[in-house]
C-alpha cells in the first residue's frame, strides 16, 4: 500500500501563487509515475501534471505556463507551484500514484490509470 497525504491547500486572493504538497509513504515503487489532479464541483477530475521516477514531466496543454509539478530528492514529496491563480482554479487538488513497468513511460493523465490517492487538499481562488 501506499499512502499519499496533501497539504498547502486554503483560500488564496487571484493573481497569487500557492505550493501545494503531496507526502508519499509506505510501500513506494522504484518506478513510478506520480500525478496531480483537480476536481471542480460539478465537473470530471482533471488531469493537471505528472513526473516519473526519473524526473521527466509532462503538464496538460491547456494548463502549461502556471503548474510547475515537482519531486524532492527523496522522492518522499511531490509539489505543485501554481501561478497567476484565477477563480476557475478553485477546486480539491488530489495526488496520485501508480508503478510503472520499466521500459514504459508515463504518458497518461487519466485518472483511470492511477492505483493509489490521497484525500484531497481544498484550493479556493477568491476574485
Known amino acids: 500500500q501506499v499512502q499519499l497525504v496533501e497539504s498547502g491547500g486554503g483560500m488564496v486572493q487571484a493573481g497569487g501563487s500557492l505550493r501545494l504538497t503531496c507526502a508519499v509513504s509506505g510501500n513506494t515503487y522504484a518506478f513510478y509515475c506520480r500525478a496531480w489532479f483537480r476536481q471542480a464541483a460539478g465537473n470530471e477530475r482533471e488531469g493537471i501534471a505528472l513526473i516519473d521516477d526519473e524526473g521527466t514531466t509532462i503538464t496538460a496543454d491547456s494548463l502549461k505556463g502556471r503548474f510547475t509539478i515537482a519531486q524532492d530528492n527523496s522522492k518522499k514529496f511531490l509539489f505543485l507551484q501554481v501561478d497567476s491563480l484565477k477563480p476557475e482554479d478553485t477546486a480539491i487538488y488530489s495526488c496520485?500514484?501508480?508503478?510503472?513497468?520499466?521500459?514504459?513511460?508515463?504518458?497518461?493523465?487519466?485518472?483511470?490509470?492511477?492505483?493509489?490517492w490521497g484525500q484531497g487538499t481544498q484550493v479556493t481562488i477568491s476574485s
Open positions: 496520485a500514484t501508480r508503478p510503472r513497468t520499466l521500459g514504459t513511460s508515463c504518458r497518461s493523465l487519466s485518472a483511470y490509470n492511477y492505483r493509489y
